[in-house]
């Protein structure tokens, strides 16, 4: 087994499948399905979801909105799919607990460093909603935080894209992807992997970010059995 705790960051967009928003139920279960086969390994599972598939604070804050409201709102987007998320799972017969930075009673406990690892160690999935509780901040950071406060030993940043390229392989068909790189080539290369508060959380307290495609069935397992098919950074 490559990593024994993770901190699995998923996007809330990729939760919309095909659809134009809101929640894809069977997207759902095929993440839900990831989660319980990499769980029952013995791996221990924090996750951290966005909520851009219902609201990004920054979109409105583009559009007049005010952007610590507009933040507030994307906080609880991120709960919304947590939620969601935690059912799905709770469905497949595995032990969730939902924790939030946001006051979520009776959905939700309060986030605690100490509590999260308890469950962690028990073998339960922990899922963080409510970003990191404050505006300005990402998701991403939020994972970041999450991340090093668990002490996972890797960040995996689940997205729709194999791993890192040169430029976006969606637009660009020369673009050629990194099998691996450092904090500091990534930042000289302007590679848009997370936020710079994000990704400088990960370099300071050396937390490796994994970006691989979720999206496709069995990767998860994949990565965490120590297949090679993403992009390192560390």
Known sequence: ??????LLKLSGEALMGEQQFGIDPEQLTSYAQQIKDVVSLGVEVGIVIGGGNIY?????AGKGMDRVQGDYMGMLATAINSMALQGELEKMGLNV??????TLK?????????????????????????GTG??????DSASALRGVEIQADVMLKGTRVDGVYTADPEK?????????LSFDEAYEKNLKIMDL??????????????????????NLLKVVKGEHIGTLIQ
């Open 1 to 6: 087994m490559r990593f024994k705790r993770i």
């Open 56 to 60: 990004r604070g920054l979109q409105g």
């Open 97 to 102: 607990k939902l924790l939030s930075s946001l």
């Open 106 to 130: 009776p959905m939700a406990e309060p986030m605690s460093r100490k509590i999260a690892v308890d469950y962690l160690k028990e073998g339960k999935v922990v899922i963080i909603a409510g």
């Open 134 to 139: 404050n505006p300005f901040f990402t998701t």
């Open 172 to 180: 660009d068909p020369t673009a050629t992807k990194f099998s691996e």
């Open 197 to 218: 508060t994000a990704f400088t959380l990960c370099k300071e307290n050396n937390l490796p970010i994994y970006v691989f495609d979720m999206n496709t069935p069995g």
